[in-house]
């Protein structure tokens, strides 16, 4: 079993002198990331792992077997599932799986079934796949002191206004840049207005375009799966010093073929970041003033939080500040929390410890 940022210093378990677990989590399409204490006390133990599941029969005992996150991806990749893809488990086999898949995340880490547990949730109209949800949340084995939602937007600004929980305070616009949703919404003193979703405008859609991309520069000698092409995105995408790279295939038959990648995976973030800042300047922004226009004109005064996995591409804040400054013809100003895809987890476990703390 695997997960990408597990403190090996957490080996003892976390420590709260006595008290539950705050525990943050977010239940993402693409990675499942979890925050809690770590063995002293004073620093987050992050885990992270890609949302996914794959199942194989044990060649001795004929048991059936459970690999998750990138082991599953990286030695099952013709039938591991990824639970979440629409943000939400669609129906009741998907989120049979996604018990399966985040109670063995649980159990793998340790994470203490005597925690106070906050969820980062999206926002979609999907009662359906909410209650999906909802019954994951419930049936896990984590959460015995409390167990609470809130919006993924409002925990994923939470440590962009700085330490403590000064989001819960503010009035401000939060933009959530995720996999398989747009997500924008109003914040005041953390109540959630106008939200707004489409998803039409997604990281799993750019992935799509770099491997269409990818084929049409190199004249089709070079096909990538969108998993390839999310690697790319991940590792190269930066708009302020991109550079092409390479890459080599095993070609059929034999042999293999070295490429040099100039254009596919900047047009296509490139087409990505255009398409939000429209939606968001004449769709969502047009909303929120309609519906609430002082607190439109207050948070147009404070900056834009972008939170979620595009927005760790280096220098999309910064490129999405002049698009939409040059949209609505006035000066808007944007900003996000240092790893913008860990956030909203972050922001959730602070919420957890203060209501523990409460409790």
Avoid: W
């Avoid at 959460?143 to 700085?162: D, N, Q, R, T």
């Amino acid at each position: 079993m695997s997960d990408e940022d597990a403190d090996d210093a957490t080996a003892d378990g976390p420590t709260t002198g006595g008290e539950s677990v705050p525990v943050g989590v977010k239940l993402g399409s693409t990675r499942t990331v979890i925050a809690l204490p770590d063995a002293h006390g004073t620093e987050n133990r992050i885990i992270r792992t890609l949302t996914c599941m794959a199942t194989y029969e044990d060649a001795l005992t004929g048991e059936e077997k459970i690999l998750y996150g990138e082991e599953a991806a990286r030695e099952y990749p013709d039938r591991v599932q990824y639970m979440l893809r629409s943000g939400l488990p669609e129906d009741a086999d998907r989120a049979e799986m996604t018990k399966t898949f985040f109670e063995a995340l649980i159990e793998e880490n340790d994470i203490p079934a005597d925690s106070g547990v906050v969820y980062a949730i999206p926002t979609i109209d999907n009662p359906a796949g909410l209650e999906n949800l909802r019954e994951v949340i419930e049936d896990s084995g984590i959460g015995l002191s409390l167990v609470e939602s809130y919006p993924e937007s409002l925990c994923g600004s939470i440590p962009a206004f700085g330490d403590g929980l000064d989001a819960i305070d503010e009035i401000f616009v939060s933009v959530n840049m995720g996999s398989t949703n747009l997500e924008a919404s109003a914040y005041r003193r953390g109540e959630q207005l106008s939200p707004f979703t489409t998803g039409g405008i997604t990281g799993n859609e750019v992935d799509r375009r770099i491997a269409n991309y990818v084929e049409e520069e190199t004249q089709g000698r070079v096909n990538i799966d969108t998993q390839t092409a999310r690697e790319y995105k991940e590792e190269h995408a930066d708009f302020v010093d991109f550079e092409p790279f390479t890459d080599i295939i095993q070609q059929p038959g034999g042999g293999t073929h070295e490429f040099t990648i100039e254009r596919s995976v900047m047009d296509a973030v490139d087409e990505y970041l255009d398409d939000a800042v429209d939606e968001i300047a004449n769709v969502f922004l047009p909303e929120l003033a309609n519906d609430y226009m002082k607190v439109y004109k207050l948070a147009l005064d404070r900056p834009i939080v972008l939170t979620g996995g595009m927005a760790c591409i280096p220098g999309i804040v910064e490129e999405f500040e002049e698009r939409l400054s040059e949209e609505l013809n006035r000066e808007v100003s944007a900003t996000a929390a240092d790893q913008p895809d860990v956030a909203p987890t972050v922001g959730a476990q602070r919420i957890a410890a203060r209501l523990v703390e409460n409790s």
